[in-house]
């Protein structure tokens, strides 16, 4: 099993930046796809930026150039520097992780392929 906790969300003004961070503990965690996802109300959960074991790095296209992806394998962290925020970022947060045994970027953009699962944490984008 592998536990996820994110932390780090809270309301900022649009043009602000938060810096997300998701704790894994359990299993190796240098062998996982880490990823974040979002959902805004009333919208389907979509994915934001996946990050591989040796750093290689995925994003949406909406967030590309505003947020960076990063992680320690040391410490078992993952962090979302999100930059420029807008209101349309206004969303939960989800931290998931997935075994890298396969090549496909596709496959991991996709929520049904994470089996691993934080409970979110809200991000807030208003004056």
């Known amino acids: 099993q592998v536990q996820l906790v994110e932390s780090g969300g809270g309301v900022v003004p649009p043009g602000g930046s938060l810096r997300l961070s998701c704790a894994a503990s359990g299993r190796a965690f240098s062998r996982f796809v880490m990823a974040w996802f979002r959902q805004a109300p009333g919208k389907e959960r979509e994915f934001v930026a996946f990050?591989?074991?040796?750093?290689?790095?995925n994003y949406e296209d909406s967030v590309k150039g505003r947020f960076t992806v990063s992680r320690d394998n040391a410490k078992n962290t993952m962090d979302l520097q999100m930059n420029n925020l807008k209101p349309e970022d206004t969303a939960v947060f989800f931290c998931?992780?997935?075994?890298?045994?396969?090549?496909?970027?596709?496959?991991?953009?996709?929520?049904?392929?994470?089996?691993?699962w934080g409970q979110g944490t809200q991000v807030t984008v208003s004056s």
């Open positions: 998931a992780a997935a075994e890298g045994v396969f090549y496909s970027t596709d496959y991991y953009r996709r929520g049904d392929s994470y089996p691993y």
């Open positions: 990050t591989r074991s040796s750093g290689t790095t």
